[in-house]
Nanobody
Framework: QVQLVESGGGLVEPGGSLKLSCAVS????????MAWYRQVDGEERQWVAR???????AYDVSVMGRFTITRDNQKSTLYLRMNNLKPEDTAVYYC????????WGQGTQVTVSS
């Protein structure tokens, strides 16, 4: 069974940067469209970015130009580079395949505050 383990979150000041990682156990990582999502307490989980098997990317308008999604198929790991962070980026960040097939991991908390 696939397991997702997110890491790399933390507390950062506005304008700062973080790089999140998502380690995916189990086989077949390279064959999946993968995505990052985020959730604020009391709100629904929202899609942030996705990457296809051919490395094509797409982003929510709120993060376009600031976030970059990448993947390393050899390491079965998904990444999210976040630059110029804003307080409204504060959330728990999760990864999953774009169809949200796998059991959700624990997520990683990102807090943007001065």
């Amino acid at each position: 069974q696939v397991q997702l383990v997110e890491s790399g979150g933390g507390l950062v000041e506005p304008g700062g940067s973080l790089k999140l990682s998502c380690a995916v156990s189990g086989s077949g990582f390279s064959g999946y469209y993968m995505a990052w999502y985020r959730q604020v307490d009391g709100e629904e989980r929202q899609w942030v970015a996705r990457i296809t098997t051919l490395q094509t990317t797409a982003y929510d308008v709120s993060v376009m130009g600031r976030f970059t999604i990448t993947r390393d198929n050899q390491k079965s790991t998904l990444y999210l580079r976040m630059n110029n962070l804003k307080p409204e980026d504060t959330a728990v960040y999760y990864c999953n395949d774009f169809a949200q097939t796998f059991p959700w991991g624990q997520g990683t908390q990102v807090t943007v505050s001065s």
